[in-house]
């Protein structure tokens, strides 16, 4: 199994920056792919944004180029980069991560991540 461990979340200003880290550790053989999700009161969960190990990352369309994902495949790590952040983008943010476990792939989730946008 898998262990995902976000962290970096906080309070911050509108137009403000935060950069969020999720660590994947436990038992497994590769990850081929770590993204980000996020959930804002009383809404569905809604991607962020992904990164396969050898392709480009991936983004929804309301992050309009404030953010940016990036891997360090050695310490199984995830980081998302948050600029001009809005009121809007205030949710928990959910690091997932697609697992081989050297006999299935899986999914696994995080326990989220607070981001709050406000001033």
């Known amino acids: 199994q898998v262990q995902l461990v976000e962290s970096g979340g906080g309070l911050v200003q509108p137009g403000g920056s935060l950069r969020l880290s999720c660590v994947a550790s436990?038992?497994?053989?590769?990850?081929?792919?770590m993204g980000w999700y996020r959930q804002a009161p009383g809404q569905e969960r809604e991607f962020v944004a992904r990164?396969?190990?050898?392709?480009?990352?991936y983004y929804a369309d309301f992050v309009k180029g404030r953010f940016a994902i990036s891997r360090d495949n050695a310490k199984n790590t995830v980081y998302l980069q948050m600029n001009s952040l809005s009121p809007e983008d205030t949710a928990v943010y959910y690091c997932?991560?697609?697992?081989?476990?050297?006999?299935?792939?899986?999914?696994?989730w995080g326990r989220g991540t607070q981001v709050t946008v406000s001033s």
């Open positions: 997932n991560a697609d697992v081989d476990s050297g006999r299935h792939y899986y999914e696994a």
């Open positions: 990164h396969l190990i050898d392709g480009a990352p």
């Open positions: 436990g038992r497994f053989v590769g990850i081929n792919a």
